[in-house]
Each structure stands twice: as structure tokens, then as C-alpha cells.
């Protein structure tokens, strides 16, 4: 199983950017994914979900800015930042879990991919 993040880079305040999760080696269209992010210092956070059946949600502190959306077709989860600020600054990891018909759950991590916001 592999989760490869891309798309993360430096960008001013008030900048986009869009992040993207390949994921293979499971069968994406079952699984619930979702961003997740790590500042220094911090615990790591929920930023966005989205259910295998296309629900989502946002943590409180980007809701109205950031955007989570899936494309089966190509096994990749996406994460649409728009009005970056300094405090979005951090490690963005992509997550995959699934519980399956026998209650077995798979739980399933990227490396991550940085994201700087300069004020």
C-alpha cells in the first residue's frame, strides 16, 4: 500500500494550493480518506475527510477556505487550500482507513508533504 502526497510548496499568505494522494495497492473506492496536518510543536490535527460515499468534513479552522474532493478513477484525494494563512503552516498527511465486512480495519498513512505559508 502506498499514499504519495504531492503538491505542497511555499506560498504567501493569502495564496492557493492544491495538494493530491495517490493511493494503490487498496481499493480506493471503499475507503473513507483524509488530510490530516502536523505543525512543529503539535499534535497532529484532522484538517478534512470524505467518506467512501462522498460526505465530508472540515475541522472548524478551515472550513470556508479549504476544499477535499476524490476521484476514484484515479485513486487520488485531493485537498484545494485557497486563503492560506501563516497558521496553515505544516506537514500535510493523507489518510486511508476502511473497516471491512468483518470488522477488520485498515488504517493507512502518506509521508507527508510540507506546506509553508509566509506572512
Known amino acids: 500500500v502506498q499514499l504519495v502526497e504531492s503538491g505542497g510548496g511555499l506560498v504567501q499568505a493569502g495564496g492557493s494550493l492544491r495538494l493530491s494522494c495517490a493511493a494503490s495497492?487498496?481499493?480506493?473506492?471503499?475507503?473513507?480518506m483524509g488530510w490530516y496536518r502536523q505543525a512543529p510543536g503539535k499534535q497532529r490535527e484532522l484538517v478534512a475527510t470524505?467518506?467512501?460515499?462522498?460526505?465530508?468534513n472540515y475541522a472548524d479552522s478551515v472550513k470556508g477556505r479549504f476544499t477535499i474532493s476524490r476521484d476514484n478513477a484515479k485513486n487520488t484525494v485531493y485537498l484545494q487550500m485557497n486563503s492560506l494563512k501563516p497558521e496553515d503552516t505544516a506537514v500535510y498527511y493523507c489518510?486511508?482507513?476502511?473497516?471491512?465486512?468483518?470488522?477488520?480495519?485498515?488504517?493507512?498513512w502518506g509521508l507527508g508533504t510540507q506546506v509553508t505559508v509566509s506572512s
Open positions: 470524505i467518506t467512501s460515499g462522498g460526505t465530508t
Open positions: 489518510n486511508a482507513d476502511h473497516i471491512s465486512g468483518w470488522g477488520t480495519a485498515y488504517d493507512y
Open positions: 495497492g487498496i481499493t480506493f473506492n471503499v475507503y473513507n
